[in-house]
């Protein structure tokens, strides 16, 4: 499984990003994909994830700002970012996970830097 993720950058305080995943290859119809974050001095951390299904686990600090959202049919994960703050930055990661068989599969796509300047 390969991930092309899209849509970090530079935001000032209040203001809003989309990043976007797509996966590619051997993708299971039953499946859980998201992002996950690296910020400074941190280790990485679930922000977001939604399975195929629509369940979903969010990171309690960017409830009510943070949306995740699928397209199944894309393979395709969006995380809208709104009222970005500071503590926001860092690297995301976007996520693909499934299991076969009774084994885990996760696959990590590049990390996309955001920032979020005062």
């Known amino acids: 499984v390969q991930l092309q993720a899209s849509g970090g950058g530079l935001v000032q305080v209040g203001g809003s990003l989309t990043l976007s995943c797509v996966a590619s290859g051997n993708i299971s119809t039953v499946n859980v994909m998201g992002w996950y974050r690296r910020t400074s001095g941190n280790q990485r951390e679930r922000v977001a994830t939604m399975s195929s299904g629509g369940s979903t686990k969010i990171k309690e600090s960017v409830k009510g700002r943070f949306t995740i959202s699928r397209e199944n049919s894309k393979n395709a994960v969006l995380l809208q970012m709104n009222s970005l703050n500071r503590e926001d930055t860092g690297v995301y990661y976007c996520?693909?996970?499934?299991?076969?068989?009774?084994?885990?599969?996760?696959?990590w796509g590049r990390g996309t830097q955001v920032t979020v300047s005062s």
């Open positions: 996520d693909y996970y499934h299991e076969d068989d009774g084994r885990a599969h996760n696959y």
